[in-house]
């Protein structure tokens, strides 16, 4: 039992370049989230989503669009990275209750 | 959902026990306080929560005020792993949305 599993670990990618944040969760889990971390900061909710099928948005969506693939997977991906995209992304999964249960974040750099 | 406000920063020594105030002066019928906590700079990881009475775990115990406008949590023996930012979080049953504030930031001296 894997949890909250995410892929890439680190990137580096150039302004305008584009690319998709893997995230898959092994635990049955109805809602799935992205967030993201600055520097010194606390996690800000970028999409989520509740079930199979539907994603909203969160805090801070600009930038962003995601995808449900099927039950276990929820991507995130940036159409043309600017600078102010560099940062922690987490992805988190929850069942019925409110628990988040949280994967080990993709670090991103952004130049 | 109630916002929260935590201290910055905490120290404790080794072996004592950590206590994390939160106050959630706004908090509604239907929310409940959760705690979470960031080991450098893993993934958030989930602590406890509690309604209306004090409720402990493995990992810590939360109590919480009869007006339910404050908690605290409490690591009974802090060891040097339980170095951390702590999160209190406010949520409403069934929400979707966590929102995180900035948390306080335990040491655990030796």
């Known amino acids: 039992n894997a949890g909250v599993t995410q892929t890439p670990k680190f990137q580096v990618l150039k302004t305008g370049q584009s690319m998709t944040l893997q995230c898959a969760q092994d635990?049955?889990?109805?809602?799935m989230y992205w967030y993201r971390q600055d520097p010194g900061m606390g996690l800000r909710l970028i999409y989520y989503?509740?079930?199979?099928?539907?994603?909203d948005k969160g805090e801070v969506p600009n930038g962003y669009n995601v995808s449900r693939l099927n039950k276990r997977e929820f991507s995130l991906r940036l159409e043309s990275a600017a600078p102010s995209q560099t940062s922690v992304y987490f992805c988190a999964s929850r069942a019925g209750g409110g628990t988040q249960y949280f994967g080990p974040g993709t670090r991103l750099l952004v130049l | 959902d109630a916002k929260t406000t935590q201290p910055t920063s905490m120290d404790c020594a080794e072996g004592r026990a950590a206590n994390l105030p939160c106050n959630h002066s706004t908090i509604s019928g239907n929310e409940y306080v959760y705690w979470y906590r960031q080991i450098h700079s893993q993934g958030p990881q989930y602590i406890i929560h509690g309604l209306k009475n004090n409720e402990t775990n493995e990992m810590a115990s939360l109590i919480i005020t009869e007006d339910r406008k404050s908690s605290t949590l409490i690591l009974p023996h802090a060891t040097l792993r339980d170095t951390a930012v702590y999160y209190c979080i406010v949520q409403r049953g069934g929400s979707e949305k966590l929102v995180f504030g900035k948390g306080t930031k335990l040491t655990v001296n030796p």
């Open positions: 989503s509740a079930s199979e099928g539907t994603t």
């Open positions: 635990m049955n889990h109805n809602s």
